[in-house]
């Protein structure tokens, strides 16, 4: 019999209704150990995979190397996602007005903030969507702060030919070992630059082992000592962080998390159907985590989400082992 490739995708996570499983999310995940051998894996980590916001730590550690003045609070926004709150955006028109730049200078696209309480709460107070509450505006006047630094043009930074681009794509192939397989535009207007499941689990693991004042250290430092400005309350990488302390978290769109122990043992994980309930993508990176034999216990509870039924809790979505079903 010939030899078949293996599907792209894995079993990862059930769906359990009242004893009946409803549904199951499929995905791919690795799992690194602390001397940087796969020890877990499931589903096809070889192939090109878009991080999306996963890739923002990598994006902050080629900003600093470019000679952006950030420090504290402001890196961490600027290697996050974050929720639209009021220190958030506060700390990301600092960051510009520092450089001499205002929120007419950001490239991304007027948004709501990303987290719904806050959002819900602007709508109450009368707000309207702008640039500054945009989930990535930490990165991009991240970027732009390299930019005034170096004295490259401010105008056409998400250019992919730009200086502060070219950075962080030679940032990107160096902590992931690996060529970028291709460039596309990402949802904040930003290039986003394609690598496999592997090569973003081993780009942060890269980042964990670099030193203290590096550009790297720096990065995941912010990260742990600020977890707040890296996302939110509410959200998934602020509260593993400050439940793991040393854990560095980061989520990026269509189900990718990618996650690090101080140990050195990091994972990536990708979910076919985007986990648009946010529901999947934690669940499996935690079980990856575990398997690699690093103590979740802190943060069990997020190893599962409830699943209701009148109002009353009736199942769960939770990790499958690894026997799950075929297809």
């Known amino acids: 019999m010939p030899e078949t490739a293996p599907p ?6 059930e769906v359990v209704r ?12 690795v799992g690194l150990t602390a001397s940087g051998e796969i020890g877990y894996s499931r589903g096809d980590v070889a192939a ?4 999306r916001s996963a890739a923002k730590p990598f994006q902050a550690s080629a900003v600093l190397r470019a000679g952006a003045p950030l420090h504290g609070p402001q890196v961490a926004v600027a290697a996050g996602s974050h929720s639209g709150e009021p220190r958030h955006a506060e700390l990301v028109r ?3 007005a520092a450089s001499g730049l205002s929120e007419d200078d950001l490239g991304c696209p007027a948004e709501w903030p990303l987290d719904r309480h806050e959002r819900d709460a602007l709508l109450r107070a009368g707000g309207s969507p702008a640039r500054v509450l945009m989930n990535c505006s930490g990165k991009h006047a991240a970027m732009l702060a390299a930019c005034v630094a170096r004295g490259w ?7 992919p030919d730009h200086p502060v681009q070219a950075a962080v794509r030679a940032e990107i192939e160096r902590l992931c070992g690996e060529p970028v397989a291709h460039t596309a535009v990402d949802g904040c ?3 986003q630059l394609a690598v496999s499941l592997l090569g973003l689990a081993r780009g942060l693991r890269a980042m964990v082992g670099a030193a203290a004042d590096s550009p790297e250290g720096r990065v995941l430092a912010a990260m742990r000592a600020h977890p707040e400005y890296v996302a939110g309350e509410r959200r998934d990488d602020t509260r593993l962080m400050r439940a793991l302390p040393g854990l560095v978290s980061k989520i990026g769109a269509e189900g990718v998390i990618a996650i690090a122990a101080p140990t ?12 648009p309930l946010g529901r999947a993508r934690t669940a499996a990176g935690l079980t990856a985590l575990a398997a690699l034999g690093v103590d979740v216990e802190p943060v069990r509870a997020m190893l599962e989400t409830e699943v209701l039924g009148g109002g009353a809790p009736v ?9 799950g079903p075929r297809g």
């Open 8 to 13: 792209p995708y894995a079993p990862l996570v």
């Open 18 to 29: 009242s004893g009946f499983r409803e549904g199951v999310h499929y995905g791919a995940v």
């Open 48 to 51: 090109p995979m878009l991080p």
């Open 94 to 96: 600092a960051t510009l």
């Open 153 to 159: 043009d401010t105008a056409g930074y998400l250019a």
């Open 189 to 191: 207007g930003a290039p």
């Open 264 to 275: 050195g043992e990091a994972v990536a994980v990708k979910m076919s159907d985007g986990d």
């Open 315 to 323: 199942g769960a979505v939770r990790p499958l082992p690894e026997a």
